[in-house]
């Protein structure tokens, strides 16, 4: 097992940014990717970012160039730097550690952080 513990989301102005820090612990060597997806109210989850553990990324064309993902591999963590945010970011990100992504689903899910932007 895995377990994710995400934190840096709050309320943030439109234009402003925000840093997401997912921790990742338990059976680590059986991750090859991280990745955080979003879910508004009244919608979908949906990818946002993806990172495989040889730094493979992947995007929501929504967020390209606007947020960028990274990990720390020594510290088994993932960042989801977020700038430019809009209104229609607010959501709830959810961090989310994969075996075999992106060719299977994501295996482990956080409990997921709130993520408000006003206009």
């Known amino acids: 097992q895995v377990q994710l513990v995400e934190s840096g989301g709050g309320l943030v102005q439109a234009g402003g940014s925000l840093r997401l820090s997912c921790a990742a612990s338990?059976?680590?060597?059986?991750?090859?990717?991280m990745g955080w997806y979003r879910q508004a109210p009244g919608k979908q989850r949906e990818l946002v970012a993806g990172i495989t553990i040889i730094g493979r990324t992947n995007y929501a064309d929504s967020v390209k160039g606007r947020f960028t993902i990274s990990r720390d591999n020594a510290k088994n963590t993932a960042y989801l730097q977020m700038n430019s945010l809009k209104p229609e970011d607010t959501a709830v990100y959810y961090c989310?550690?994969?075996?075999?992504?992106?060719?299977?689903?994501?295996?482990?899910w956080g409990k997921g952080t709130l993520v408000t932007v006003s206009s």
């Open positions: 338990g059976n680590i060597f059986s991750i090859n990717a």
């Open positions: 989310a550690a994969g075996t075999n992504w992106p060719y299977n689903e994501m295996n482990y």
